[in-house]
Structures are given as C-alpha cells and as structure tokens.
C-alpha cells in the first residue's frame, strides 16, 4: 500500500534555486496530502535549517516560508534573532535534544518544541511557563522503533507523561517520532498515529526528507524536511 518512500533519495536532482526546491517540497506535500483526502492546510511544512547560516535561511524566508527547525538552543539564539527583526512572523521548532537547564531560554526562543520525552524536563517547561506567562506548543517525542541510543519516551510512557505533563499545566499538542533508518518508516509512522490516537493527541510530528510523503500519508500534520530544501549538511 505505501510502497517505497518515493523521495528516498533526497540529495538527488534538486533545483538549484532554494525558491524551487521549497515550491517542490511544497507541491509534493500538497499532492500527498489530497491524495489521502486531507487539507494540504493541515501539513505544516518545517525547513529544518540546522548548521545552515543566514545566507542559506533567507532565500526561503524571501520565498514565503516561515516555519524552521533547529536542533540546538545556542545555534538558534545565535542566528534568530537578526533573521526575526526582518521577519518577525517566523515560527522557531526545537527539534533537537533539549537540556533541562535549557528549557526556559529554549521557551523564550521556540514556537515549538518537539523534544519532551521525560519529567524533569516538563518540570521545567512547566517552570519556564510560570515564570515568563507563555509556552511553547510541545509534542512528546516517542522513540518508536525502542533503540537503545535514540532520544523519546517508550510508548508505554507516554499516558505518564501527559499526566506529569497535565500536572505542570503543560498543554501536548501532539507526538513526534524518528523512525530506525534504513527500514520502511510506514509501520513506525502507523504506529505513531495510533498511539496519537488512543491519547486523544491530534498533533503527528513525523517525516523528514526521505519519507515525508509516506508521513503525509499516515497523518503527518508536521514534517520536518532539511536535506530536500538546503542540500547536504556538512
Ligand atoms: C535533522 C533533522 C531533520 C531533517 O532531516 P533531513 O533528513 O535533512 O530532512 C528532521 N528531524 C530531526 C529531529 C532532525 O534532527
């Protein structure tokens, strides 16, 4: 039924134009959104901009899009703030490790953050709430494949994380998954949905360059695609 990902080969053949490469990611994820009737609306698209400097993030910034990724708080706070001044509506997505020591500069930075997968970290975004009177829309970041070296709570933690997660009046728009590489993602994305599902989260976080049509497929209602919009990471 999904087959291969059909993009399973990201760094080939992309437009030389960072303007292009944007409107064909958009095009794909729209195509695969009404494919399996769903609102292309639905599917927010984020270019994960890590490692990348300003030079490569304003092309597409100047092409309309406004959502990127970040995986590291002092990279982030290194490069934003000049890029915000021009574009304030810009939305910031942590989607990297987060520190709990991080957590109130990564609050005051981030729109979104991706990464919550245990208590302490909570407690602290739920500190960082207190204190400055706003958070970040948080997806809990489950490590679906149960891989000994990945980040993410097991499945079967997530309904004591959203309890902590209630406790510290942290609101859970949803889960965010990193599938195993080099496996067909569709069963962990599958997976992903229906555990969204049986916790009444209607947020999937899910997809990246590789496969982010397959995610669309399955319900993705954010991918997180760098390599398709910005090339290679050195
Ligand atoms: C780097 C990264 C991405 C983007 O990966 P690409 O394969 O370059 O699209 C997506 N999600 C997370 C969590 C990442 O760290």
Request: glycine content about 10%; aromatic content about 4%; overall charge neutral.
């Amino acid at each position: 039924m999904w087959g291969r990902p059909s993009s399973s080969n990201p760094g080939a053949a992309l437009p030389d134009e960072p303007a292009a490469r944007l409107h064909a990611v958009r095009a794909r994820v729209d195509a695969a959104a009404r494919a399996w009737g769903r609102d292309p609306n639905g599917v927010t698209l984020i270019a994960v901009s890590k490692t990348h400097g300003a030079e490569a993030i304003r092309p597409l910034l100047d092409a309309g899009q406004r959502d990127f990724g970040e995986n590291r708080v002092a990279e982030a706070a290194a490069k934003w703030p000049l890029l915000r001044a021009d574009f304030p509506d810009a939305r910031l997505h942590m989607v990297g490790a987060l520190q709990s020591n991080k957590a109130a500069g990564a609050a005051a930075l981030f729109n979104v953050i991706h990464s919550v997968d245990r208590p302490s970290l909570i407690a602290a975004l739920g500190a960082a709430k207190r204190d400055a009177g706003r958070q970040p829309e948080c997806f809990l970041q489950v490590n679906i494949g149960d891989e000994p070296q990945k980040a993410g709570c097991a499945p079967g933690e997530i309904g004591a994380l959203l309890e902590a997660a209630r406790g510290a009046d942290l609101e859970m728009a949803g889960l965010m998954c990193l599938p195993p590489q080099d496996v067909e993602p569709a069963p962990y994305f599958a997976l992903l949905a229906k555990l969204a599902g049986e916790h009444g989260l209607p947020g999937l976080s899910m997809g990246m360059s590789g496969d982010y049509e397959t995610a669309v497929s399955l319900g993705a209602t954010h991918v997180r695609v760098g390599t398709a919009l910005f090339g290679a990471r050195a």
